[in-house]
T-cell receptor, first 113, second 110 residues
Framework: EAGVAQSPRYKIIEKRQSVAFWCNPISGHATLYWYQQILGQGPKLLIQ????????DSQLPKDRFSAERLKGVDSTLKIQPAKLEDSAVYLC???????????FGQGTRLTVV | KNEVEQSPQNLTAQEGEFITINCSYS?????LHWLQQHPGGGIVSLFM???GKKKHGRLIATINIQEKHSSLHITASHPRDSAVYICAVAGETSGSRLTFGEGTQLTVNP
């Protein structure tokens, strides 16, 4: 079974530039999560989708971050404009839903300079 | 205070030593996860448990629901076990959404 796919693996941008990350969850997984992990800290939830609907985006900085999952399958997370403090690993995870186990992608390491 | 607390933050061991990492949480949970994260950033699930004890190879995870505490043990540690170990909980009403601890950086020296 293919795992959660994320791209790119690494990205370096200058502050005030825009960046987008892509996630393709495990086939059939209805629930998709984006987490932000700052160096030395545990991941923190940015947004949770159930199919193509948003379940929880309370911790998403909506002035600069946006995410979509238009067809309820793959998802994109965008940052516009980026700030230095956005440097982090962005992790995508998916699950069948409910209380099922979540599976993680390899993450995208973003460096904002 | 974080909902999920891990100790120690950093742990250095010699190859072959028995290792214990602890996790305490303050909310009602439906499940607790132990995860392993290597320097590349990817996270691998080691255990998901809601009661008792699970064993996989040299890894053992235990949980005490009444005390809101879990431990991850590594027997006969090896340098390839060096990684960050993260405890995460799924709240009773949060489905599979996880709240993470800060992680424990384990270094096993040969």
């Amino acid at each position: 079974e293919a795992g959660v796919a994320q791209s790119p693996r690494y990205k370096i941008i200058e502050k005030r530039q825009s960046v987008a990350f892509w996630c393709n969850p495990i086939s059939g997984h209805a629930t998709l999560y984006w987490y932000q992990q700052i160096l030395g800290q545990g991941p923190k939830l940015l947004i949770q989708f159930q199919n193509n609907g948003v379940v929880d985006d309370s911790q998403l900085p909506k002035d600069r971050f946006s995410a979509e999952r238009l067809k309820g399958v793959d998802s994109t997370l965008k940052i516009q404009p980026a700030k230095l403090e956005d440097s982090a690993v962005y992790l995508c995870a998916s699950s069948l839903g409910g209380r099922m186990e979540a599976f993680f992608g390899q993450g995208t390491r973003l460096t904002v300079v | 205070k974080n909902e999920v607390e891990q100790s120690p933050q950093n742990l250095t061991a010699q190859e072959g030593e028995f290792i214990t990492i602890n996790c305490s949480y303050s909310v009602g949970i439906s499940a607790l996860h132990w995860l392993q994260q290597h320097p590349g950033g990817g996270i691998v699930s080691l255990f998901m448990l809601s009661s008792g004890k699970k064993k996989h190879g040299r890894l053992i995870a235990t949980i005490n629901i009444q005390e809101k505490h879990s431990s991850l043990h590594i027997t006969a540690s090896h340098p390839r076990d060096s990684a960050v170990y993260i405890c995460a909980v799924a709240g009773e009403t949060s489905g599979s959404r996880l709240t993470f601890g800060e992680g424990t950086q384990l270094t096993v020296n040969p």
